[in-house]
C-alpha cells in the first residue's frame, strides 16, 4: 500500500508544475484525495481535496485559482497543476488519502488521513 508524489523541482516565479499522486496496492474508491505541503519552520498546509468517486474539488484560499486537482481513474492517479507559482509556494508537497473533508479558513484536507505518501520537493525561486 503506497501513495507516491512525483513532479517536483526547481522552477521559476510565474512557471508552472504538475504534481502526481500514484496509488499502488489499493484503490482510491471511496476516499477523498488531498494536496498537502510543508515549508520548513512552518506548519503544514493542506492545500486541495478531490473526491474520488464524485470528482468535486476544494481548494484552499492560498492556492484558489492558481492550482488545480484532477483525477485519472484509470490509472489510479490525481494530479496538482500548479500555475503561476510564487517563492511562498516553495515547500515539501505530499499526497494524503482518507475519509471526509477538513475544511478551515486556512486549509482544506481529508479528515481522518489513512494513507499518506512521501512528498516531492517544490522549489520557486529566479
Known amino acids: 500500500v503506497q501513495l507516491q508524489a512525483s513532479g517536483g523541482g526547481l522552477v521559476q516565479p510565474g512557471g508552472s508544475l504538475r504534481l502526481s499522486c500514484a496509488a499502488t496496492?489499493?484503490?482510491?474508491?471511496?476516499?477523498?484525495i488531498g494536496w498537502i505541503r510543508q515549508a520548513p519552520g512552518k506548519e503544514r498546509e493542506g492545500l486541495s481535496v478531490?473526491?474520488?468517486?464524485?470528482?468535486?474539488?476544494w481548494y484552499s484560499k492560498s492556492v484558489k485559482g492558481r492550482f488545480t486537482i484532477s483525477r485519472d481513474i484509470a490509472k489510479n492517479t490525481v494530479y496538482l497543476q500548479m500555475n503561476n507559482l510564487k517563492p511562498e509556494d516553495t515547500a515539501v508537497y505530499y499526497c494524503?488519502?482518507?475519509?471526509?473533508?477538513?475544511?478551515?479558513?486556512?486549509?482544506?484536507?481529508?479528515?481522518?488521513?489513512?494513507?499518506r505518501g512521501k512528498g516531492t520537493q517544490v522549489t520557486v525561486s529566479s
Open positions: 478531490i473526491s474520488w468517486s464524485g470528482g468535486r474539488t
Open positions: 494524503a488519502a482518507g475519509k471526509g473533508i477538513y475544511y478551515s479558513e486556512d486549509e482544506v484536507r481529508p479528515n481522518v488521513i489513512e494513507h
Open positions: 496496492g489499493f484503490t482510491l474508491d471511496d476516499h477523498e
